[in-house]
Structure formats: C-alpha cells, structure tokens
C-alpha cells in the first residue's frame, strides 16, 4: 500500500506545475484526498482536500484561484495543477489519503514521499 507522488521540479515565478500521486494497494475512489507542503523551516501545512462523497475541493486562501485539485478513479490517481506560481509555493509537496474528509494532516492514513518544488528565477 502507497501513494507515489512525482511532478515536482524548478519553475520560475508565474509559471505551472502538474503534480500527480498514484495510488498502489488500495483505492482512492472511496477515500479522501489531500495535498500538504513543507516550506524550508516551516511546519507541514495543508494545501487542498478533495472529498470523494460529493467531489467538493477546499483551498489554502494562499493557492485559492492558482491551484486546482483533481482524481482520477481510472487510474487511481490524484493530481494537483499549480499555475501563477510564486517563490513562497516553494516547498516539499505530500499527498495523503484517509477516510475522513479534513485539513488535519494527523487523520490521514497514507501518505506519498514527496516531491520538491521549487519556484525561483
């Protein structure tokens, strides 16, 4: 059981970035989905969360209109689209599952390794 998660890199302000998370041994269909960051010196915070009941999002205020989180049940994959990027978006970016649609990075049961944005001219 795991979320692989890829699509990071170096982009410069304004630019774009695909984000995407695969699941393996279980199903994200019936779960909910969310990504989280960890900015350099800073605690992990949550970015958005996707819940699978009803397919309604919630942002972060700071990604609101720049972010846009998605699933894709065929492939059991999760995909974050950032777009109007900026150099505080700069961080370590994890998706998670759980069972329970929330902001608290605590009730998520699975997590993705990771994978370092970094937006910067």
């Known amino acids: 059981v795991q979320l692989q998660a890829s699509g990071g890199g170096l982009v410069q302000p304004g630019g774009s970035l695909r984000l995407s998370c695969a699941a393996s041994g279980f199903t994200l269909r019936s779960n909910a989905i969310a990504w989280f960051r960890q900015a350099p010196g800073k605690e992990r915070e949550w970015v958005s969360c996707?819940?699978?009941?009803?397919?309604?999002?919630r942002y972060t205020d700071s990604v609101k209109g720049r972010f846009t989180i998605s699933r894709d049940n065929a492939k059991n994959t999760v995909v974050l689209r950032m777009n109007s990027l900026k150099p505080e978006d700069t961080a370590v970016y994890y998706c998670?599952?759980?069972?329970?649609?929330?902001?608290?990075?605590?009730?998520?049961?699975?997590w993705g390794q990771g994978t370092v944005v970094t937006v910067s001219s």
């Open positions: 998670a599952a759980g069972v329970i649609i929330t902001i608290k990075e605590e009730l998520y049961r699975y």
């Open positions: 996707n819940n699978p009941s009803d397919g309604s999002t």
